[in-house]
C-alpha cells in the first residue's frame, strides 16, 4: 500500500495539520512507519501487547473493548478517520494496551515508530502540542467511562444513554443506531442482561421498546439539560 494515497487525510488531522503533503512526502519513509489494513472485526492490538507505534486512522471506524473473566464485553469508546490511539502508552514505563483494539468495519493503519514521534515532538512544536492534547483527551475518555460504570446501576446507565439522546435527537422516541448488542457492549454488561432492565423498565412504565428504537413514556427519567 502507498502513503501517497492518504496523504490528504493526514493533512486533515490534528496531529499533521501543520505539514503539507509534500513535506509529508519527505518526511515519512520506509523506516519510520509501516501502511496496514485489517478486515471488519480484527483485532488490531491485543490486551497486553506492547504499544510500540502511534497509530492513525486513516480509514474506517476502531473500538476499545475491555472482556472481563465471563465474557462480558465492555465497549470503552469508537475512535474515527483522523483519530490517533497509543499516544498515551508509547513512552511509559509500562506501555502495554489496557485493553483490545479491534476494527468495527475494514480499516487501513498508519503505525508510526516511536523513535519518529520523539523526532517530530523534537522538531515540530504544533506536532507536539497536538500529540499532548491527544494524550490529555484520550486520558479523559478512559477515567470518565470507568467512573461511570463504577458508580452506576445499569438502569442509571440506561437513564443516562436515553437522556443524550433525547436531547440529541430532540424526541421521546429514541432510534437506536446500534444494535441491541452493541448498545450491551458500550454499557458493559451482556445483551441478556439488557434485554432484563429493559423489560423491567417496561413493566414500570418508564419506557416501550421495539428492535429499532426506544420510547420514554415517563418523563420523569429526563434530567434537566442546563445551558451555560
Known sequence: M??????????????FKCFSSEELLLLFN??????????KNSIIHFESEKCLT???ILKGEIIIQKIDEDGNVLTITKFNIGDAIGGNLLFGNNNTYPMTVTSKSDAVILHIKKDFVLQLCQTNKIFLIEFIKSISEKTFIL????????????RESIIDFLNYEYYSQNTNKIKLNMTKKELAERLGVQRSSLSRELNKMRKDGLVVYDAHSITIKDFNIIKLKIIG
Open 30 to 39: 520506509d523506516n519510520n512507519y509501516k501502511l496496514s489494513q485489517y478486515k
Open 143 to 154: 477515567t470518565s467511562k470507568i467512573k461511570s460504570i463504577s458508580m452506576k446501576s445499569l
Open 54 to 56: 502511534l497509530d492513525i
Open 2 to 15: 502507498n502513503l501517497e494515497k492518504y496523504l490528504k487525510i493526514l493533512c486533515l488531522t490534528d496531529l
